[in-house]
């Protein structure tokens, strides 16, 4: 695995937005080091235990229905950073299935 980076506060002076990126393994034990990474990228803010519960979610999707989860598989994890915004994306190795709209009895999708 690749050095953990660690938070610089920018000054006036730091191009800004920052941005970091990691592989990660596709396992289930994997993803509580994935959030444990974005947490110590990211300052303190009101808004990041969301954030942490939103990235944990998406690298489970990842390793849960996909073929990021199959033996060998891998995720990635971006996080984009400036005083006005963070910016999580994960990335997967995708899948066979072709998701589908289900229809709820009082007619709503979901």
């Known amino acids: 695995m690749p050095e953990q980076p660690v938070f610089i506060r920018p000054d006036a002076a730091s191009p ?5 990126a990691r592989e990660f393994r596709g396992e289930p034990s ?10 110590r ?16 979610e998406l ?8 073929r990021s ?9 971006e ?3 400036s005083p006005q915004a963070v910016r999580v994306v994960v990335g997967d190795q ?5 998701p589908s709209t289900v229809t709820t009895p009082a007619g709503h999708s979901r």
Request: hydrophobic share 45%; with cysteine.
């Open 16 to 20: 800004l937005p920052l941005w970091w």
């Open 30 to 39: 994997v993803v509580s080091q994935a959030r444990s990474w974005v947490a």
């Open 41 to 56: 990228l990211l300052p303190p803010c009101d808004p990041l235990d969301d954030l942490l519960i939103f990235a944990s």
């Open 59 to 66: 690298c489970t999707n990842a390793v849960t229905h996909t």
């Open 69 to 77: 989860g199959e033996p060998g598989g891998q995720f990635t994890v």
């Open 79 to 81: 996080v984009t950073w």
């Open 94 to 98: 995708g899948s066979d299935e072709i």
